[in-house]
């Protein structure tokens, strides 16, 4: 006889939860049965007609184990059974980034405090873009760059508005607080167009 798996599902525990209590020792010894082995079991009424309704979700949870699929989102890799380590014990990870085949100097090295700064930084040497995280500004950093760049919004108007919202653009993080300084002088500057005939009356 081949073995087989299947899984046990809560139907399966409901199903044999409607079986008189005196014939539930049958039944799941018959699902067990047709599940690891194949065997089809002889019943009588009731516990013919609970096997029935399982039995097509027994046959489909094999099929899928024996594809190497356990339901949902299956595994793109192997599990590890423990066989192999990721490394030897003669062996030790590689402490240079990949791709480079320069090793690290010792301000690189360091002792892994500054582990972001060194990844950014060997990004930036494989010639990818770093991006730099948003550091909201001061009000004062806010008056001032408004001042030089001669807007005429209300400066603390615009850093309370994005304070109280936590410096979101929408639904998004800000990423450039000095190209939203731009957007609310255009909308300014929409304003102060705005006057019909009748505004000076």
Not at 82 to 96: I, L, R, V, Y
Not at 121 to 129: E, V
Not at 155 to 179: D, L
Request: with cysteine; hydrophobic share 30%.
């Amino acid at each position: 006889m081949e073995e087989a798996q299947f899984k046990w599902l809560p139907k399966f525990t409901a199903a044999c939860a409607k079986a008189p209590e005196e014939q539930r020792g049958k039944l799941l010894w018959a699902l067990a049965q047709y599940g690891t082995y194949g065997i089809e079991p002889e019943l009588e009424w009731p516990l013919d007609a609970i096997f029935a309704s399982v039995r097509e979700d027994i046959d489909y949870s094999k099929r899928c184990i024996a594809a190497g699929k356990t339901g949902g989102r299956g595994n793109r890799k192997p599990p590890l059974d423990g066989a192999k380590p990721p490394f030897s014990e003669s062996e030790t990870p590689n402490d240079e980034p990949e791709g480079n085949d320069e090793p690290l100097s010792n301000s690189q090295k360091g002792d892994g405090d500054n582990a972001e700064a060194k990844a950014k930084q060997g990004k930036a040497k494989q010639g990818k873009a770093v991006s730099n995280r948003f550091v909201k500004p001061a009000l004062a950093e806010v008056e001032e760059y408004v001042s030089a760049k001669g807007y005429t919004f209300n400066p603390e108007a615009f850093w309370s508005y994005y304070e109280a919202v936590g410096w979101k653009v929408g639904s998004k993080p800000m990423k450039n607080w000095k190209a939203a300084c731009s957007t609310w002088q255009q909308h300014e500057a929409k304003k102060e167009v705005k006057h019909d005939a009748y505004s000076n009356l």
